[in-house]
């Protein structure tokens, strides 16, 4: 039990240095201790600093209660600017022009599949695009990776896809390989995914477990800005699962997969308004209408080739 204080402690302290390097566009309300708690069943439910332990000294145990009070006021005024940008966000993605929507979509997924960088990748891991969540559309991405297998004639390989499968509520999604759109159903929150046996009863291949590296992974996401930062939907689960991915490919040695963000133009914030934490991790790329947005130099190394 002491273990487990001590480690939260750890992640708090580590949470201090919140990479807030930009002004934000908002002002920043103390928030109550309940105000981010999200009704929804895929939402992990926010973590709270633990007591401490009683055996510690009263000067001590003041010192650091004030040090973790602030650090938390400091993670929820983050949490709180989120959830400003994404409410806004989610406005602006509901008043869109249908047409403007289907020209964005068509123009967003016709950049990726004219990239060098989609078109040499072998592995990938995408999203099932959700009309309700509003999301940049990846059906013709998905249907150009699954219906059109190595062309006669050509040496190009039928690429491989993982496509998320969300497990539990604790920010915990898997990626599983499927090799058809009908290998999909709707979960609770009406999102398509996969069981995890196939249809023969068969486990699908988590990409944890696969023996190849995956080397490209679309992203969606709320809102974005030109240096990199994405903002979910508030379950950290891409977050999490992307930092288990890195990790994997750092102990076997393999090159990190590069991270794409499809967003609509009204997407693209300036740069300030969305604000991050430790665990946010940024994209190397971003693809809009209006073309494709290399970061890192992991992107601009792959732009051409
Ligand atoms: N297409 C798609 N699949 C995905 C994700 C995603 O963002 N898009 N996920 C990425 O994590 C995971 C699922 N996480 C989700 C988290 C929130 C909501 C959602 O419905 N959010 C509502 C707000 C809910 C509330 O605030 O109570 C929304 O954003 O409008 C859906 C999926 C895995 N699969
Ligand atoms: N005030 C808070 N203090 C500490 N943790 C919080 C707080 N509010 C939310 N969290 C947790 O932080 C985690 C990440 O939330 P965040 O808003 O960064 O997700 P996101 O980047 O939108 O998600 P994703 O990675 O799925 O795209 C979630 O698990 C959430 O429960």
Redesign the pocket.
């Known amino acids: 039990m002491a273990m487990g204080r001590r480690a939260h402690v750890r992640e708090l302290v580590k ?1 201090a240095r919140v990479l807030m390097t930009q002004p934000l566009l908002f002002p920043l309300p103390k ?1 109550a201790a309940n105000s ?1 708690s999200i009704n929804n069943p895929l ?6 600093p633990l007591p401490f332990p009683s055996l510690a000294s009263r000067s001590t145990v003041t010192m650091s209660t004030d040090k973790n009070d602030n650090v ?1 006021d400091q ?2 005024a983050i ?1 709180k600017q ?1 959830k400003v940008v994404r409410s806004q966000v989610r406005k602006s993605l509901k008043a869109m022009d249908p047409s403007l929507r289907s020209h964005e979509d068509i123009a967003v997924q016709d950049l990726v599949l004219g990239a060098p960088w989609f078109k040499s990748c072998q592995r990938l891991c995408a999203y099932i695009s959700c009309k309700a969540l509003r999301e940049v559309d990846t059906s013709k991405l998905l249907s150009e990776i699954l219906e059109n297998p190595a062309k006669e004639g050509h040496m190009e390989l039928r690429k491989k896809l993982y496509v998320p499968r969300v497990e539990d509520k604790n ?1 915990h999604m898997r990626m599983l390989n499927i090799s058809r759109i009908d290998d999909l159903i709707a979960n609770s929150m009406d999102i398509l995914e996969p069981a995890s046996v196939d249809s023969d009863g068969n486990e699908r291949e988590d990409v944890m477990q696969a023996n190849d590296p995956v080397d490209l992974f679309i992203l969606p ?2 809102a974005f800005d030109r240096t990199g930062r ?11 699962f992307i930092r288990n991915y890195q990790e994997l490919a750092k102990t076997k040695n393999w090159k990190q997969p590069l991270l794409v963000a499809l967003s609509y133009s009204s997407q693209i914030m300036n740069e300030g308004v969305i604000p991050m ?1 430790e ?2 991790i940024p994209v190397d790329a971003l693809v809009s209408p209006s073309g494709v947005i290399p970061i890192s130099s992991a992107a601009l190394d792959r732009i051409d080739v």
């Open positions: 949470a928030l981010l939402l992990p439910t926010p973590q709270r938390q993670l929820d949490f989120k920010s996401g709320l994405r903002l979910g939907r508030g379950g950290g689960y891409y977050d999490t934490t665990n946010d």
